[in-house]
């Protein structure tokens, strides 16, 4: 495995009786990457992390964390690993500071060490003065916080994130990703992300989508974007046939959410507004916009072209 690889997967699949949660992934993660891997409900994304991590065991295919096969040494890939799973970890009825030395006990941490790096951690979530306050009465921003410090408390190589965010509230979800963000910086690690907050994923290095539990390449968010369209139409009416017959022809078929429809628009020279006064009372409401992530994912999942090609 090339030295510079944090993550490196060849084959890996995962498969229940004759249904695959993961089929034949090939990933390759530079160290110090911010990597994303995105898809919907059911993909794989999950069972990808915890085959990562030996929480669970693949059927076939190999991996290697930080150089070193996941088989080889369980053990020691759980020293070199963090994550923080889609439900939290945490014993509401402790306090933070006996949910943090608990976890400092179990990677083996002397109580000099797990003192000074909760301490550490604690400030960098300027949660020091609450250490002795019992979990239940935080913030979920403030519990999620302690779950990222459970996650980082030994140093890990690569810490994984498991909609880490999930059921906050933008402000807690933009304090997060702060913390993360430092610790990427300061202490190099290499962070593997599963998010339903695509917004969060445009700070990625490199994206990968999966559905089925095939990964299907990514690339940078801001080449995605670009290599979309140029912008997208958003259009709602109640003559939603009418319409798309007279765009089809121009801008291809698009989404459709019951008078919702979206369309891609790779030509930089369409007249929006004459568009608009030509489609006149026929719509309801018409916007257009330049493309982000989130357009990304709904062009590779919900596509006219692909729906109903799903395995």
Known sequence: MPSNLA???????????QAFAVEQLDLEIEAGQFYGLLGPNGA?????????TTM????????????????DDPVAIRRTVGLVFQDSALDRTMSIDENLQFAAALYNLSPEQANARIDELLTVFGLQDQRN???????????????????????PKVLFLDEPTIGLDLPNRRSIWRFVEKLRRDEGMTIFLTTHYLEEAVACDHV????????EQGGTPADLIKQLAE????IDTDKSENIVNQLAS???DPIREDQHLSFKIIANDVDFSALQKTLGDQISSM???????????LWRFCAPDTMGSEK
Do not use: C
């Open 231 to 234: 912008t997208i139409l958003e």
């Open 250 to 252: 121009l801008f291809g």
């Open 44 to 52: 794989g994304k999950s069972t990808t992390i915890h085959m990562l």
């Open 287 to 297: 916007q257009w916009r330049r493309p982000n992530l989130n357009d990304v994912y």
């Open 208 to 215: 990968d989508f999966i559905q089925n539990g095939r990964l």
């Open 133 to 155: 306050k019992k979990l239940v009465t935080l913030s979920g921003g403030q519990r999620r916080a302690i779950d990222i410090a459970r996650g980082v408390l030994h140093k």
């Open 56 to 71: 669970t065991s693949a059927t076939l295919g190999d991996a290697w964390i930080a150089g070193k096969k996941i088989t």
């Open 7 to 17: 993550i490196r997967t060849q084959g890996l699949t995962k498969q229940y009786g």
